[in-house]
């Protein structure tokens, strides 16, 4: 059974920076994309960044670029999410997602991932 399991969420003040980890078991992690999405409050849940675990390559969606960055350690089965100069816009609950994805690289990303785990809360306050 493919389970993920995110944290490293919490309270930092507006130009900080967090870093999430979704740890996954139940893969063999170099075939799948693992991706991160938020959801605010009152607002649809985003894709933002999402990567591939057989060779690293790696989307973001616009509004992070620059400021997150994703990354992932094979030997950890963890993929990381370290976000810097955090801005209010950033509070949500975080997510991460994946999807079997052997030969696709990032072609299921972000929205085509399948399973999820439980979220982990960033609020940023100015």
Known sequence: ?????????????????LRLSCAASGITF????IGWFRQAPGKEREGISCISTSDNSAYYEDSVKGRFTISSDKARNTVYLQMNSLKPEDTAVYYCATKYAL????????????TWGQGTLVTVSS
């Open 1 to 17: 059974e493919v389970q993920l399991v995110e944290s490293g969420g919490g309270l930092v003040q507006a130009g900080g920076s």
């Open 30 to 33: 170099d075939d799948y994309a």
């Open 103 to 114: 030969f696709y690289g990032l072609a299921f990303c972000p929205n085509d991932l399948d």
